[in-house]
Protein backbone atom coordinates (compact mmCIF):
# COMPACT_ATOMS: atom_id res chain seq x y z
CA UNK A 1 0.00 0.00 0.00
CA UNK A 2 2.36 2.33 1.13
CA UNK A 3 5.46 3.05 -0.70
CA UNK A 4 7.99 5.70 -1.30
CA UNK A 5 10.52 5.36 -4.25
CA UNK A 6 13.39 7.16 -4.90
CA UNK A 7 14.98 8.19 -7.81
CA UNK A 8 17.53 10.76 -9.35
CA UNK A 9 20.81 9.10 -7.98
CA UNK A 10 24.09 8.45 -9.90
CA UNK A 11 27.45 9.48 -10.37
CA UNK A 12 28.66 13.12 -10.44
CA UNK A 13 31.88 14.88 -9.86
CA UNK A 14 32.74 16.68 -6.67
CA UNK A 15 31.60 20.49 -7.19
CA UNK A 16 28.30 18.90 -8.91
CA UNK A 17 24.57 18.41 -8.64
CA UNK A 18 22.05 16.27 -8.41
CA UNK A 19 18.41 16.18 -7.78
CA UNK A 20 16.80 13.45 -5.82
CA UNK A 21 12.96 13.05 -6.18
CA UNK A 22 10.77 10.70 -3.76
CA UNK A 23 7.62 9.68 -5.08
CA UNK A 24 5.05 8.48 -2.35
CA UNK A 25 1.73 7.06 -2.76
CA UNK A 26 -0.57 4.85 -0.48
CA UNK A 27 -0.16 8.44 2.13
CA UNK A 28 -2.04 11.22 2.84
CA UNK A 29 1.47 13.44 1.95
CA UNK A 30 0.13 16.39 3.12
CA UNK A 31 -0.36 15.44 6.73
CA UNK A 32 3.26 14.03 6.62
CA UNK A 33 6.72 14.92 7.85
CA UNK A 34 9.55 14.23 5.12
CA UNK A 35 12.87 13.16 5.61
CA UNK A 36 16.18 12.08 3.74
CA UNK A 37 18.77 10.06 5.14
CA UNK A 38 22.32 8.88 4.11
CA UNK A 39 24.00 5.99 4.83
CA UNK A 40 27.31 5.02 3.79
CA UNK A 41 29.26 1.18 3.82
CA UNK A 42 30.71 1.34 6.88
CA UNK A 43 29.16 3.91 8.51
CA UNK A 44 25.52 4.69 11.20
CA UNK A 45 22.83 6.04 8.73
CA UNK A 46 22.61 9.43 9.10
CA UNK A 47 20.05 12.73 9.07
CA UNK A 48 20.25 14.66 6.10
CA UNK A 49 17.51 16.99 5.99
CA UNK A 50 13.44 17.19 6.55
CA UNK A 51 10.75 19.37 5.66
CA UNK A 52 7.23 20.05 7.76
CA UNK A 53 4.10 18.93 6.12
CA UNK A 54 3.01 22.79 4.90
CA UNK A 55 6.81 23.26 3.90
CA UNK A 56 7.21 26.03 5.90
CA UNK A 57 10.00 24.66 8.28
CA UNK A 58 13.33 23.26 6.68
CA UNK A 59 16.59 21.98 9.07
CA UNK A 60 19.53 20.60 7.48
CA UNK A 61 22.83 18.40 8.75
CA UNK A 62 25.07 20.94 9.65
CA UNK A 63 27.26 18.77 6.85
CA UNK A 64 25.02 19.65 4.17
CA UNK A 65 23.84 23.22 5.21
CA UNK A 66 24.23 25.42 2.29
CA UNK A 67 24.65 22.96 -0.42
CA UNK A 68 21.81 20.85 0.13
CA UNK A 69 18.15 22.07 -0.27
CA UNK A 70 14.53 20.06 0.18
CA UNK A 71 11.10 20.66 -0.99
CA UNK A 72 8.35 19.03 -1.32
CA UNK A 73 5.06 19.32 -3.96
CA UNK A 74 2.17 18.16 -2.10
CA UNK A 75 -0.17 18.17 -5.78
CA UNK A 76 2.66 15.45 -7.13
CA UNK A 77 3.09 13.70 -3.52
CA UNK A 78 6.79 14.31 -4.20
CA UNK A 79 10.00 15.18 -2.02
CA UNK A 80 13.11 16.26 -3.28
CA UNK A 81 16.70 17.42 -2.53
CA UNK A 82 18.41 19.38 -4.87
CA UNK A 83 22.66 18.46 -4.19
CA UNK A 84 24.91 21.14 -5.02
CA UNK A 85 28.41 21.33 -4.26
CA UNK A 86 28.82 17.60 -4.10
CA UNK A 87 31.81 16.49 -2.01
CA UNK A 88 32.66 12.24 -2.29
CA UNK A 89 32.03 12.17 1.64
CA UNK A 90 28.41 12.94 -0.05
CA UNK A 91 28.73 9.29 -1.47
CA UNK A 92 26.00 7.20 0.38
CA UNK A 93 22.72 5.50 -0.46
CA UNK A 94 19.91 8.16 0.05
CA UNK A 95 16.60 7.52 1.66
CA UNK A 96 13.48 9.39 2.11
CA UNK A 97 11.09 8.77 5.09
CA UNK A 98 7.83 9.75 6.12
CA UNK A 99 6.14 10.45 9.47
CA UNK A 100 2.73 11.80 10.76
CA UNK A 101 3.49 12.90 14.51
CA UNK A 102 6.23 15.45 14.89
CA UNK A 103 9.30 15.09 17.44
CA UNK A 104 13.04 15.52 16.93
CA UNK A 105 13.32 15.92 13.26
CA UNK A 106 16.95 14.33 13.68
CA UNK A 107 14.90 11.66 15.10
CA UNK A 108 15.24 8.19 12.55
CA UNK A 109 12.12 6.73 13.99
CA UNK A 110 9.86 7.85 10.76
CA UNK A 111 6.90 5.71 9.57
CA UNK A 112 7.73 4.55 5.88
CA UNK A 113 10.90 4.38 4.36
CA UNK A 114 12.21 4.53 0.73
CA UNK A 115 14.61 1.61 -0.88
CA UNK A 116 17.19 4.23 -1.13
CA UNK A 117 18.72 5.68 -4.18
CA UNK A 118 22.87 5.42 -4.52
CA UNK A 119 24.80 8.44 -5.38
CA UNK A 120 28.59 8.54 -5.88
CA UNK A 121 30.67 11.35 -6.23
CA UNK A 122 34.17 11.26 -7.52
CA UNK A 123 37.13 13.29 -6.76
Known amino acids: QVQLVESGGGLAQAGGSLRLSCATS????????MGWFRQAPGKEREFVAY????????AYDDSVKGRFTISRDNAKNTVYLQMNSLKPEDTAVYSC????????????????WGQGTQVTVSS
Open 26 to 33: GLPFNLYY
Open 51 to 58: ISRSDSIT
Open 97 to 112: AARRATFNYRDPRYDY
